[in-house]
């Protein structure tokens, strides 16, 4: 559990990419790799 608070950055933002696919369900399948890779 040391190393638990310089993984939560990176966690933080998996969960958010993670949250995205599931809270915007987008149309278009090449749309949601754009987003996922942008961020």
Do not use: C, E, H, N
């Not at 933080?12 to 749309?31: D, E, K, S, T």
């Amino acid at each position: 559990m040391v190393s638990a608070s310089q993984d939560f950055p990176l966690g933080l933002l998996r969960m958010r990419g993670f949250m995205r696919w599931i809270f915007i369900p987008p149309p278009q399948p090449p749309a949601t790799i754009s987003i996922a890779i942008s961020w």
